[in-house]
């Protein structure tokens, strides 16, 4: 069975910052893309970031600039630094493996950006 554990999250003022992180077995960690998604209330579940097994990475034009995905190898771990954050960025955030053709979803952390 696959397991995503998500860490990170909660409130933050506008212009903050805030890291997310999912952590998973090495054998995942290391054969599977990850990243994460997010979905605000009454919206659908849209890509924030990802990242390859061999550190190619790809992020949603919204968060260019401001969020860095990146690989923890020595805690099978997959981080996402969240900078300059804006309220607009509320939601519930999902990690994510895509592992031998299947896609795996942790728990969800809710990010709320408010003054």
């Known amino acids: 069975q696959v397991q995503l554990v998500e860490s990170g999250g909660g409130l933050v003022q506008p212009g903050g910052s805030l890291r997310l992180s999912c952590a998973t077995s090495?054998?995942?960690?290391?054969?599977?893309?990850m990243g994460w998604f997010r979905q605000a209330p009454g919206e659908q579940r849209d890509l924030v970031a990802t990242?390859?097994?061999?550190?190619?990475?790809k992020y949603a034009d919204s968060v260019k600039g401001r969020f860095t995905i990146s690989r923890d190898n020595a805690k099978n771990t997959v981080n996402l630094q969240m900078n300059s954050l804006k309220p607009e960025d509320t939601a519930v955030y999902y990690c994510?493996?895509?592992?031998?053709?299947?896609?795996?979803w942790g728990q969800g952390t809710q990010v709320t950006v408010s003054s």
């Open positions: 990242i390859s097994r061999v550190d190619n990475t």
């Open positions: 090495g054998s995942i960690f290391s054969t599977s893309t």
């Open positions: 994510y493996a895509y592992y031998y053709g299947n896609t795996f």
